[in-house]
């Protein structure tokens, strides 16, 4: 896209896909990003969540005002992509435990990761859907405490 720009005259080497963008996620609020088509709000959830990995980021990301540690934040914070497939035969709490296996360490035991499973379902207010079938989902599930 780049190369057809300066094929018409664009003299910048980089394109900035985002301006003057700032807010915060309170904890324990489930958060809607909406906009437009071509808004940015795969580029914003993409740089967020660490997955951006050409072209340049600039400015500062801070959880708890605190910068991010991307190691960190990614055992305490789920992205699914608008293009990630789930099993339409895995309920929604099966797919969180497949996460919690994934991401917590090995030394925490199956009672506490069934434990942190129930309380994030909680907090997102998922309980009411445990046995619910997943199949495709788009959203960012920050369990930050």
């Not at 608008?82 to 099993?87: E, G, I, K, V």
Request: glycine share 8%; charged share 25%; hydrophobic share 40%.
């Amino acid at each position: 896209m780049l190369q057809k720009m300066k094929e018409q005259g664009v003299q910048e080497d980089k394109l900035m896909l985002l301006k003057g963008v700032s807010g915060a996620f309170r904890p324990g609020v489930l958060t809607a990003l909406m906009g437009v088509s071509g808004a940015g709000k795969t580029t914003l959830m993409d740089v967020l969540a660490g997955r951006k990995t050409s072209g340049y980021i600039e400015g500062s990301i801070k959880v708890s005002r605190y910068p991010k540690k991307q190691e960190t934040f990614a055992r305490v914070s789920d992205y699914c992509e608008q293009n990630d497939m789930h099993s339409p035969h895995v309920t929604v709490y099966e797919s969180l435990l497949y996460s919690a296996w994934l991401r917590l360490s090995s030394s925490v035991d199956s009672k506490t990761r069934k434990m942190f499973i129930e309380e994030v379902m909680e907090l997102v207010e998922l309980t009411p859907l445990r046995k619910t079938g997943v199949v495709c989902f788009y959203f960012l599930l920050l369990y930050l405490t």
